[in-house]
């Protein structure tokens, strides 16, 4: 059973704490990313799993058993990095048979198990290669075969596609999942990049400041979101945040965001928000996704507006409009025959079931 | 999500092994490292450091049967000796003068050569560079004797006795100084950036301004290496001097102090440890204040090959 | 880069110049004309001397005849010439050798420390090489004193005999390979330590992950990764400790009996002291073939760094 526990986790640099209390169920076999910008204490995390950082308070533990003390040769876990950390002197197979060399393991299961490995990440062809000889994906094959061979407890990555271009980084992101459809090990993943966790996760851990915001599959992050940082952080282009009042007008709730706009409040909402009806700071969470074009048919919860569009972005499949709402810039995505064009104003269909309205001087989402 | 309570840290064993806090670990660690360093430090010390008492003793105590790790009675006399006996001096005059005029011909030849070699190609730039490096590796101890002879030519056919002149070493040391100074300023000109030239020549610069505004400016650091390291050889220099000067007006300091305080059987150690910490004194107080170069200067020869 | 600015002068001027001034104003000429003193100095000062040296050892004690390889013969009819060579072979390896080893060693502990420490313990240590070779070892010839030696004095209270560090033959070799390490090392610590520096830290994480303890990356990251620079390093020292003069001449001048002699102080005395030039130069020739070799593993090793990772 390879579970990893975390429980009141604390890193600190002489004055400044890093990581400051995180508790974490991680459980066997699931594949869980911590993800959020940079500086947020994810990375640090990893490596304190890893035992390449000494915890400064709280404990971790791998498969039951507290390994706060334990350096990181004999945790059982293997690690893929950014940097991949290849040993240039030693060709592909040498690299990958290094850890079972040092275990003293016999040399026909080293050649079975590295062969193995190879053949899941299609780089048998490679293994009498010098890492300097290897691509930039090639290398990351390579650093993942190192990890699989060894087959341990739990597989760490740290940030491992953020060196490689766009097109490549989604490709292997495809073969990290598919690996871990073949060789089901827990693994822990880091990233900065909110589209690697959402494809990649069973559960995503966001984390900012050293703080867990929020912990759970990347569907209950995209619908509920917690709190602003999280609704901020998931989806691209990013939720869009308007400030607004929640006003009562003959027994129903609207949210007004300027003097010409308001948005109806779905009614099974009404109950939730009513206990904050004229307070100050609130946002109107909404995202892009749900600002479209309009459509013949329209559904109960949504609402048909006018505004001029300031830029246009054409995707290909959609297009991006912004428009400012009281100086708020707004983004929402139309369908690229909708005719949306620079400097003119256009019908707009929010739909507000997927609203979500948030108080500002908490961040917490109500 | 609920699990098992964790276990406190200190009982728990993994596969029957007790660990100890890796923190610990590191301090021991740190703690041997330190414990080896000053070990070390006392070998690499001792002799400059006994330099130091010695000459800070008078002759009866150096020949009595006291400890000779300590001064009982310490005295300046030795330094002053020294410092007011023509001899000394005019051996620490020469070396000034001899190693100051040589850094001078050698930063002069050295730096407009690199220059040249790292930054133009030319016929035979190549041969040239890779010439240099071999010139260093011509010990100055093969050199010598040739050098002895053609000095004694030099003399027979144009009468200019260059064999016993302090100015006659200005001619040798570059020979020994000039090969590393430009392989170091080599290494460090090709690693600054040509578009910094070009910059300048598009901002209206002759390329003799681009050297001495722009080029020198940023090459400073591998000048100042290169200065250094050629002063401490040529002040260090001993077999040159020893073969091509004898008169006592003429010596260098480690010449000097090898040869003229050392009478016959009788040694002056009070003296020569004085007169040797003196001599070594410059390249160490330069070394004190520009170690960073000094150390630049050292790892640029081997790895900026 | 030169070359603009020339071509603009020539045009800027009109072209009524002589083809030396054009041949003046090019870029390649300049440059050769820079590096003129430099070949000049090389060629007068280090070329031909060389190969004036082997014109030189072939003639005899008189210089006014030629005799071929007969100083050679000589020389190798000589044991003292015998001995000179397993002398100069001897201190240059074995130096050499544990040079390269304190240095590691020094080097690794230095980097272990935290780095605001570390350029202090960096400047302490390197103090033998800064040091002048000769002054430096007037202090050891004082520190082995026959009679009046201070380490003598320490084994005293140990009750331990005292040692005729320059007296006999076994230890005066033993004090020259000694003093000879106590300069060399330092210069082998800050090769090192560069080296260390720039082993990537994530490789030993890397290594420790996949369960090395500190031997083992030593021996599979760190060693391996500093190969070039051992080699390069251990080399350049190897035609430097071979070519020594100054160590063995203040310390024992070659005695007792011609037992520390090397080629370099060896043909000092032939060649200068006993005036006998043609065979001096033939010493000193001898080391040319050691040299060579070492010369050409260098430039191997050098231009092979390029080309690594």
């Given at each position: 059973?390879?579970?990893?526990?975390?429980?009141?986790?604390?890193?600190?640099?002489?004055?400044?704490?890093?990581?400051?209390?995180?508790?974490?169920?991680?459980?066997?076999?699931?594949?869980?990313?911590?993800?959020?910008?940079?500086?947020?204490?994810?990375?640090?995390?990893?490596?304190?799993?890893?035992?390449?950082?000494?915890?400064?308070?709280?404990?971790?533990?791998?498969g039951g058993d507290v390994v706060n003390d334990v350096p990181p040769k004999d945790r059982d876990i293997a690690m893929v990095f950014q940097n991949y950390a290849l040993y240039p002197h030693m060709n592909v197979y040498e690299n990958m048979s290094f850890g079972l060399k040092l275990k003293r393991t016999p040399k026909d299961e080293i050649d079975r198990r590295v062969k193995q490995a190879a053949?899941?990440?299609?780089?048998?062809?490679?293994?009498?290669?010098?890492?300097?000889?290897?691509?930039?994906?090639?290398?990351?094959?390579?650093?993942?075969?190192?990890?699989?061979?060894?087959?341990?407890?739990?597989?760490?990555?740290?940030?491992?596609?953020?060196?490689?271009?766009?097109?490549?980084?989604?490709?292997?992101?495809?073969?990290?999942?598919?690996?871990?459809?073949?060789?089901?090990?827990?693994?822990?993943?880091?990233?900065?990049?909110?589209?690697?966790?959402?494809?990649?996760?069973?559960?995503?851990?966001?984390?900012?400041?050293?703080?867990?915001?929020?912990?759970?599959?990347?569907?209950?992050?995209?619908?509920?979101?917690?709190?602003?940082?999280?609704?901020?952080?998931?989806?691209?282009?990013?939720?869009?945040?308007?400030?607004?009042?929640?006003?009562?007008?003959?027994?129903?709730?609207?949210?007004?965001?300027?003097?010409?706009?308001?948005?109806?409040?779905?009614?099974?909402?009404?109950?939730?928000?009513?206990?904050?009806?004229?307070?100050?700071?609130?946002?109107?969470?909404?995202?892009?996704?749900?600002?479209?074009?309009?459509?013949?048919?329209?559904?109960?919860?949504?609402?048909?507006?006018?505004?001029?569009?300031?830029?246009?972005?054409?995707?290909?499949?959609?297009?991006?409009?912004?428009?400012?709402?009281?100086?708020?810039?707004?983004?929402?995505?139309?369908?690229?025959?909708?005719?949306?064009?620079?400097?003119?104003?256009?019908?707009?269909?929010?739909?507000?079931?997927?609203?979500?309205?948030?108080?500002?001087?908490?961040?917490?989402?109500? | 999500?609920?699990?098992?309570?964790?276990?406190?840290?200190?009982?728990?064993?993994?596969?029957?092994?007790?660990?100890?806090?890796?923190?610990?670990?590191?301090?021991?660690?740190?703690?041997?490292?330190?414990?080896?360093?000053?070990?070390?430090?006392?070998?690499?010390?001792?002799?400059?450091?006994?330099?130091?008492?010695?000459?800070?003793?008078?002759?009866?105590?150096?020949?009595?049967?006291?400890?000779?790790?300590?001064?009982?009675?310490?005295?300046?006399?030795?330094?002053?000796?020294?410092?007011?006996?023509?001899?000394?001096?005019?051996?620490?005059?020469?070396?000034?003068?001899?190693?100051?005029?040589?850094?001078?011909?050698?930063?002069?030849?050295?730096?407009?050569?690199?220059?040249?070699?790292?930054?133009?190609?030319?016929?035979?730039?190549?041969?040239?560079?890779?010439?240099?490096?071999?010139?260093?590796?011509?010990?100055?101890?093969?050199?010598?004797?040739?050098?002895?002879?053609?000095?004694?030519?030099?003399?027979?056919?144009?009468?200019?006795?260059?064999?016993?002149?302090?100015?006659?070493?200005?001619?040798?040391?570059?020979?020994?100084?000039?090969?590393?100074?430009?392989?170091?300023?080599?290494?460090?000109?090709?690693?600054?950036?040509?578009?910094?030239?070009?910059?300048?020549?598009?901002?209206?610069?002759?390329?003799?301004?681009?050297?001495?505004?722009?080029?020198?400016?940023?090459?400073?650091?591998?000048?100042?290496?290169?200065?250094?390291?050629?002063?401490?050889?040529?002040?260090?220099?001993?077999?040159?001097?020893l073969a091509f000067t004898t008169s006592t007006t003429e010596l260098v300091l480690p010449v000097g102090i090898v040869t003229t305080l050392i009478k016959g059987d009788v040694f002056n150690w009070g003296q020569i440890m004085t007169g040797a910490l003196l001599g070594a004194a410059p390249p160490l107080i330069i070394y004190a204040f520009l170690m960073d170069y000094y150390i630049a200067g050292?790892?640029?020869?081997?790895?900026?090959? | 880069?030169?070359?603009?600015?020339?071509?603009?002068?020539?045009?800027?001027?009109?072209?009524?110049?002589?083809?030396?001034?054009?041949?003046?104003?090019?870029?390649?000429?300049?440059?050769?004309?820079?590096?003129?003193?430099?070949?000049?100095?090389?060629?007068?000062?280090?070329?031909?001397?060389?190969?004036?040296?082997?014109?030189?050892?072939?003639?005899?004690?008189?210089?006014?005849?030629?005799?071929?390889?007969?100083?050679?013969?000589?020389?190798?009819?000589?044991?003292?010439?015998?001995?000179?060579?397993?002398?100069?072979?001897?201190?240059?390896?074995?130096?050499?050798?544990?040079?390269?080893?304190?240095?590691?060693?020094?080097?690794?502990?230095?980097?272990?420390?935290?780095?605001?420490?570390?350029?202090?313990?960096?400047?302490?240590?390197?103090?033998?090489?800064?040091?002048?070779p000769a002054m430096s070892t007037l202090a050891w010839l004082w520190l082995f004193d026959p009679s009046y030696s201070a380490f003598n004095w320490i084994l005293a209270g140990f009750g331990i005999d005292r040692i005729p560090w320059t007296g006999e033959t076994g230890w005066a070799r033993f004090s020259v390979i000694l003093v000879n390490v106590w300069i060399g090392a330092p210069f082998f610590?800050?090769?090192?330590?560069?080296?260390?520096?720039?082993?990537?830290?994530?490789?030993?994480?890397?290594?420790?992950?996949?369960?090395?303890?500190?031997?083992?990356?030593?021996?599979?990251?760190?060693?391996?990764?500093?190969?070039?620079?051992?080699?390069?390093?251990?080399?350049?020292?190897?035609?430097?400790?071979?070519?020594?003069?100054?160590?063995?001449?203040?310390?024992?001048?070659?005695?007792?009996?011609?037992?520390?002699?090397?080629?370099?102080?060896?043909?000092?005395?032939?060649?200068?002291?006993?005036?006998?030039?043609?065979?001096?130069?033939?010493?000193?020739?001898?080391?040319?073939?050691?040299?060579?070799?070492?010369?050409?593993?260098?430039?191997?090793?050098?231009?092979?760094?390029?080309?690594?990772?």
């Amino acid at each position: 059973m390879a579970q990893v526990t975390l429980r009141k986790v604390v890193k600190m640099y002489d004055e400044v704490q890093a990581v400051r209390g995180i508790d974490l169920d991680i459980t066997d076999k699931e594949f869980i990313v911590l993800v959020g910008p940079s500086g947020c204490g994810k990375s640090t995390t990893l490596r304190m799993i890893a035992g390449l950082e000494e915890i400064s308070g709280g404990d971790i533990a791998i498969g039951g058993d507290v390994v706060n003390d334990v350096p990181p040769k004999d945790r059982d876990i293997a690690m893929v990095f950014q940097n991949y950390a290849l040993y240039p002197h030693m060709n592909v197979y040498e690299n990958m048979s290094f850890g079972l060399k040092l275990k003293r393991t016999p040399k026909d299961e080293i050649d079975r198990r590295v062969k193995q490995a190879a053949q899941i990440l299609d780089i048998t062809e490679l293994l009498d290669r010098k890492p300097k000889q290897l691509s930039g994906g090639q290398r990351q094959r390579v650093a993942m075969g190192r990890a699989i061979v060894r087959d341990p407890k739990v597989f760490l990555f740290d940030e491992p596609l953020s060196n490689l271009d766009a097109k490549l980084r989604v490709q292997m992101r495809t073969e990290i999942k598919k690996v871990h459809q073949k060789v089901r090990t827990t693994t822990v993943y880091v990233t900065h990049d909110q589209v690697e966790a959402m494809t990649l996760a069973d559960r995503v851990v966001v984390m900012n400041a050293g703080l867990i915001e929020q912990v759970g599959s990347p569907n209950d992050l995209y619908h509920s979101p917690a709190t602003k940082f999280v609704a901020g952080f998931i989806g691209s282009p990013a939720m869009n945040f308007i400030p607004c009042h929640l006003e009562q007008a003959a027994g129903a709730l609207r949210v007004r965001v300027s003097d010409t706009l308001s948005f109806p409040v779905p009614a099974d909402r009404t109950s939730r928000y009513t206990a904050h009806a004229g307070k100050a700071n609130l946002i109107l969470g909404l995202r892009p996704e749900h600002i479209a074009e309009t459509r013949p048919h329209i559904e109960p919860n949504q609402h048909d507006f006018t505004i001029p569009i300031d830029v246009v972005e054409p995707m290909g499949m959609e297009t991006l409009v912004y428009f400012t709402i009281e100086g708020t810039e707004v983004c929402g995505r139309v369908n690229p025959n909708a005719g949306a064009a620079a400097e003119k104003p256009m019908k707009l269909r929010a739909d507000l079931s997927n609203m979500h309205l948030i108080d500002d001087s908490t961040g917490k989402v109500l | 999500m609920a699990n098992a309570t964790i276990a406190s840290p200190t009982a728990t064993t993994i596969s029957g092994r007790r660990y100890g806090s890796m923190s610990r670990d590191r301090k021991w660690a740190l703690r041997w490292s330190y414990f080896f360093l000053v070990l070390f430090a006392i070998f690499f010390l001792t002799p400059p450091i006994y330099m130091f008492i010695t000459s800070l003793k008078t002759s009866a105590e150096i020949s009595a049967e006291s400890n000779p790790w300590w001064v009982y009675s310490p005295t300046l006399a030795n330094y002053i000796e020294l410092l007011t006996q023509n001899q000394y001096l005019t051996f620490f005059r020469n070396s000034a003068i001899v190693a100051v005029l040589t850094v001078l011909i050698t930063m002069a030849i050295s730096v407009i050569a690199a220059f040249a070699l790292a930054r133009m190609k030319f016929w035979g730039s190549a041969t040239l560079a890779t010439g240099v490096f071999l010139t260093y590796l011509i010990p100055e101890t093969l050199l010598f004797i040739p050098l002895f002879k053609m000095f004694a030519w030099v003399n027979e056919t144009f009468g200019i006795q260059l064999m016993n002149h302090w100015w006659t070493l200005i001619i040798l040391y570059p020979t020994l100084t000039v090969p590393f100074c430009t392989w170091i300023m080599i290494g460090y000109f090709a690693s600054i950036p040509k578009e910094l030239d070009e910059a300048a020549l598009i901002d209206g610069a002759t390329w003799t301004q681009t050297l001495t505004k722009i080029f020198i400016p940023v090459a400073l650091p591998g000048i100042i290496a290169a200065t250094i390291f050629c002063f401490t050889v040529a002040w260090a220099q001993f077999l040159y001097p020893l073969a091509f000067t004898t008169s006592t007006t003429e010596l260098v300091l480690p010449v000097g102090i090898v040869t003229t305080l050392i009478k016959g059987d009788v040694f002056n150690w009070g003296q020569i440890m004085t007169g040797a910490l003196l001599g070594a004194a410059p390249p160490l107080i330069i070394y004190a204040f520009l170690m960073d170069y000094y150390i630049a200067g050292l790892t640029a020869g081997a790895t900026k090959g | 880069m030169a070359d603009i600015a020339a071509r603009g002068a020539v045009t800027a001027t009109g072209d009524s110049r002589s083809s030396l001034h054009k041949l003046m104003q090019r870029k390649s000429t300049i440059a050769f004309l820079m590096a003129l003193p430099l070949m000049l100095l090389i060629l007068l000062l280090v070329a031909y001397p060389a190969g004036y040296a082997v014109y030189l050892a072939m003639l005899n004690k008189g210089m006014t005849k030629f005799v071929g390889l007969g100083n050679f013969d000589f020389l190798f009819g000589r044991e003292t010439f015998w001995m000179v060579v397993y002398q100069s072979c001897l201190f240059a390896i074995t130096a050499v050798i544990f040079k390269a080893i304190i240095g590691f060693v020094v080097a690794h502990f230095v980097h272990n420390i935290p780095s605001k420490g570390q350029r202090k313990w960096r400047g302490m240590l390197l103090v033998p090489w800064v040091i002048p070779p000769a002054m430096s070892t007037l202090a050891w010839l004082w520190l082995f004193d026959p009679s009046y030696s201070a380490f003598n004095w320490i084994l005293a209270g140990f009750g331990i005999d005292r040692i005729p560090w320059t007296g006999e033959t076994g230890w005066a070799r033993f004090s020259v390979i000694l003093v000879n390490v106590w300069i060399g090392a330092p210069f082998f610590m800050i090769m090192y330590l560069a080296a260390l520096k720039s082993v990537p830290e994530q490789l030993y994480e890397a290594a420790s992950i996949d369960g090395a303890t500190w031997w083992q990356r030593i021996w599979y990251v760190t060693l391996p990764m500093m190969r070039n620079i051992i080699a390069i390093t251990a080399l350049f020292s190897l035609i430097v400790t071979f070519a020594n003069f100054d160590i063995v001449r203040v310390l024992t001048k070659g005695d007792p009996l011609n037992t520390t002699h090397v080629f370099a102080t060896w043909a000092f005395r032939v060649g200068i002291e006993s005036g006998d030039i043609p065979l001096g130069a033939s010493v000193s020739l001898f080391m040319v073939p050691i040299l060579a070799v070492a010369a050409t593993f260098i430039l191997r090793d050098i231009t092979k760094r390029g080309s690594e990772v």
